[in-house]
């Protein structure tokens, strides 16, 4: 009787080189049953899903938190330029009386996330005329309004939240130019 030739395939045991994985029986056992862990180990996926996805994971969440500060930055400064703004165009008496207490409440009240701000936020108000030529750094110390008819500016700057581990603290800061009126 004549084997079919897929059956003449199965049984048939071929010789494989000296470096592959085979099971046949070699003088050195042990150092074939370690080739055979070995290949066994090397051709096991299992797990191998959930490895990949720990580097993509984290590749992932950094870029994600990464936008998330971006935007945080973003919105902060815009929120601050624009609570300036409108410190600066009179929509709050408080700027002409020279409250800087209700004027730090309102800037305060526009930004987003941000800790403690009434006691962090640095806010700073003076004649054009009295600031250096070069830049200068807002101290948050002066807070005048000048007089009628008088170029005024007004500066602050201002932490934002951090929510990427590791990174330093980021700080916003924005100005307004006005006269006031007579």
């Known amino acids: 009787m004549k084997l079919h030739r897929s059956w003449q395939a199965v049984t048939k045991r071929r ?4 470096g592959s994985c085979s099971r046949a029986f070699r ?18 996926n299992a797990g191998a899903t959930a490895v990949e996805f720990g580097f993509i994971g984290l ?10 500060q971006f935007a945080l930055v973003f919105l902060s400064q815009m929120n601050l330029e624009n609570a300036l703004s ?13 409250n800087r207490t209700e004027v730090v409440e309102r800037i ?17 108000m003076q004649l054009l005329t009295n600031y250096a030529a ?5 101290a948050g110390t002066v807070f005048t309004v000048g007089a009628a008819k008088e ?16 990174l330093p603290q980021l700080w916003i800061q924005g100005q307004a130019l006005f006269m006031r009126p007579a």
């Open 151 to 166: 170029m005024t500016l007004i500066r602050a700057r201002a932490p934002v939240l951090t929510v990427v581990p590791g």
């Open 86 to 98: 409108d410190a600066a165009t009179g929509n709050t008496a408080a700027t002409y009386a020279n």
């Open 108 to 124: 305060c009240g526009r930004l987003v996330l941000m800790d403690n701000c009434q006691s962090r936020l640095l806010l700073e």
């Open 134 to 138: 070069a830049g200068q750094a807002i």
């Open 15 to 18: 010789a494989r080189p000296a």
């Open 59 to 68: 590749l992932f969440l950094m870029v994600l938190m990464a936008i998330l």
């Open 27 to 44: 003088p050195g056992h042990f150092r074939g049953k370690l080739r055979r862990s070995a290949c066994a180990f090397g051709a096991d």
